[in-house]
């Protein structure tokens, strides 16, 4: 068993099985499925006997209080039997090769290879061919956290355990979300990613303001924001891309108090360059009405 499938889940209990189906029409069945469920309401646990008589691979079901998204992560990470982490979301899907894709690159990576990165394909209702999220300049690159953070889109990212467990998102009494982007610009600041121009995660298009909705996010849980600003700021390596990804993540809570947390825990330099991107950042999303 090369990789634990994990996936947190909030009331998801109907829209969860399209995923559970993906994973029992995969053609290489050597993995675990981990569901960390952030307390839900919605009796999902009465279908996971169901599930496991279903499956030809082994199932972990963990109940916790709701504490988000990044919280479950931790959790199901620290539970795993796996070497390798594939974190999918309850809403989504795989390709049926994917596990097998996956595996076979898991073989021949060594040691200093500490995640994959494959594509991320969205659906739209008047087609069945997913549309790429972004792809990388080439084949089978190997990035570190700056080149990663250039390429837009999400993506699915199946990364070694010992470095998630040497990473995990930080949890803040009251706040229920830190964005990814944490942990894998932790781990990925000295390379060691690979990324392949192949769809394996499957998503569909969703009309709404993501915008607001995501600055609303951020807003609500301003801790893990700071959190993730300050750890990017003391990253090894820094480009445009690292300032411009806090930057847009600092707008939404923008205050001179949380100006000054952020002063205190980084040097100089880098404040000043944070500080000139920000405000480049506040004035195009002032203009946009994003804020």
Known sequence: MLISVLTPVYNRKDIIKSLFQSLLSQ???????????????????????????????????????????????????????????????SDDTLVTDAIAVVSQQIEKSDDSIKGLVYLRGMTRGYS???????????????????????VKGDKAIIVRKAYMLAHPFPQFSGERFVTESYMWNRIFDNG????????????????????????????????????????????????????????????????????????GATSPGRFISFSLMTLMMFVKLKMEKKL
């Not at 006997?49 to 279903?54: A, I, K, P, S």
């Open 27 to 89: 053609t290489d069945q050597r993995f675990e499925w981990i569901i960390v469920d952030d307390g839900s309401v919605d009796r999902l646990e009465d279908d996971i006997e169901g599930f496991r008589q279903l499956a030809g691979f082994r199932i972990q079901y963990i109940r916790q209080k709701n504490q988000g998204k990044h919280a479950a992560v931790n959790r199901g990470v620290a539970e795993a039997q796996s070497d390798w982490i594939f974190i999918v979301d």
């Open 128 to 150: 069945d061919q997913p549309v790429p999220t972004g792809n990388f300049a080439q084949d089978c690159c190997e990035l570190n956290s700056c080149k990663f953070v250039a």
């Open 192 to 263: 060691g990613l690979l990324g392949f121009n192949r769809i394996i995660y499957l998503g569909e298009y969703l009309s709404g303001g993501l915008t607001n909705n995501y600055f609303k996010l951020l807003q609500a849980n301003p801790q893990g924001v700071l959190a993730f600003i300050t750890s990017n700021l003391q990253l090894k390596t820094i480009d445009a891309n690292i300032y411009k990804q806090s930057a847009y993540h600092f707008c939404p809570i923008f205050s001179f108090k949380n100006l000054r947390k952020i002063f």
